[in-house]
Each structure stands twice: as structure tokens, then as C-alpha cells.
């Protein structure tokens, strides 16, 4: 009976502790070189354009490797899901789930990242809820103030919650758009306070104004310099070397056992 009572418990543990666990899962890679150096990865996950040398970005098996996986024109676009960062401080992207490749050939999309990098300063923490009146209406999730990616979701659809923000960001119209960081599966979106229903063509029939990127620097090469490659990793070259020197030793030793053989 104790013995069933054990088991029981240990269910209901995992019922209840699974759930949890399984919202804090962050997507890997099964990728060889990820694996090695998975402490030394960091999670990103943000959609890039392709920007490099010649018009072309080439995505390589992984840093350490030249082979060539695929080639992207410029202008197309790709998710980077970790960065890895080699001896010589070259950052490499693991794109689209294929390879690796040069980050200071890519530019990022701009998403609510780069406006919370660029807007930092305007950005005033503030928490509050959504108007109850609109637990019945249809909000629009924006990725940020006056982005063309918004999602629209109905509150009364999700029970009783309404979306809750943390920070507030005044636009050029004088509109207060509130940051919340998840509601429901959408994460880091902003709403617009004053107009939570309000579609884009409404709050912007002028067009959105454009948003300032970060002040970021610009990767750029030396002049002169050829296109960034992956290099072989030195102790794979010794190893490699040291082993197919055992080999030839090997060989050779064999090779003279069965010559004194037939000679005898």
C-alpha cells in the first residue's frame, strides 16, 4: 500500500511540475559544432538581411569548417538563432537551421529590440492593466509604436485577463503606448493606450514615422581585407597530422615484416 501511495505522489509531482519546466525551454540546434560549444553560444534569435561582399552571403557547415553549405543574394533574409564568437572575435550566426555565418555581413531586421535600443532614453517605466471596457473588444499587440507586424486578440477570449504593462513610450502624436512583456504567447509586444482597438490606417493614415535605429557600429573590414572564413581549429590539424603519421609509421612497419617474410 505505501509502495502505491509512493507512486501516486510522484505523478502528481509531475503533473504539477512539468508545465513550468517545459515554458522555460529554450529551442537548440542539433548541430555538432552548437553542442561542443554550447556554453559558448548565446541565444539571439532575431531575422537578419543578407548584406555581404560581391552581393553575396555564403553560409558555411560551421566556423571551424570551409565547406560551403549555401549562398544567399543580398537583400533575402534569414533567422539567427545563437551567435558564437571565435578566438580572433569574429562573431558567426547559426542561420536558418543549415550553417554558420559571418554576422558583420548581416544587418538586423528592426523589431522591438532595436526600438527599445534606439528609444531608450523615452522609455519610462510605468505598470498598469488595460481599460476593463475593452476585456470585450478586439486589441491589436504591436511589435513596437508604429510597426506594420501587430496581432489582434480579444481579452474575453483568454478569461478574465487583461494585458498588463511595465513601461510607457509617448509617440510623435502624443499617443501612450504601454510594453508588455508576455500576454498569452506573444512576448515584448506594446499596445497603444489610447486607442487600444484602433487599426494601423487609423492611428497612421500618413503613413508610420520612421523609426531611428541604434547607435550601433558598423562591422567593417580592413581595407584591403578578403572575405571573412571559417579556419581550421589547430588542435583538430595536429590531431589529424599526428594521426595519419601513426598510420604511414604503421604501414611502413608492416611493410617491412612482409618484405623479410618473402624473403625468407
Known sequence: MKKWICIMALLCYCVVCIQPVRADIIWEPEDGFYSKHID??????????ANGPDNIVIIYKNPESPSVV?????????????????????????????????????????????FEEAYADEIKEQSGSLDAAYME?????????????FYAVSPGENGTNLPEYS????????????????????????????????????????????????????????????????????????????AVGILVFVTAILLIKWKKREEK
Request: proline share 6%.
Open 40 to 49: 559558448e553560444c548565446v541565444y539571439v534569435n532575431r531575422l537578419y538581411t
Open 70 to 114: 549555401s549562398r544567399l543574394t543580398n537583400g533575402e533574409r534569414m533567422n539567427i538563432s545563437y551567435v558564437y564568437t571565435d578566438q580572433d572575435g569574429i562573431e558567426w550566426g547559426y542561420a536558418d537551421e543549415t550553417g554558420w555565418t559571418p554576422m558583420a555581413y548581416l544587418e538586423v531586421v528592426y523589431d522591438a529590440i532595436s
Open 137 to 149: 473588444k478586439e486589441i491589436l499587440l504591436w511589435q513596437y509604436p508604429g510597426s506594420e507586424n
Open 167 to 242: 513601461a510607457v513610450f509617448t509617440d510623435e502624436q502624443g499617443r501612450d503606448w504601454g510594453n508588455t512583456a508576455y500576454y498569452y504567447g506573444y512576448k515584448d509586444v506594446w499596445i497603444c493606450l489610447d486607442e487600444p482597438d484602433a487599426p494601423f490606417e487609423k492611428l497612421y493614415p500618413d503613413n508610420a514615422p520612421e523609426r531611428r535605429r541604434p547607435n550601433a557600429e558598423d562591422a567593417v573590414l580592413e581595407s584591403g581585407a578578403g572575405r571573412i572564413t571559417p579556419k581550421w581549429n589547430s588542435g583538430v590539424i595536429v590531431f589529424v597530422c599526428a
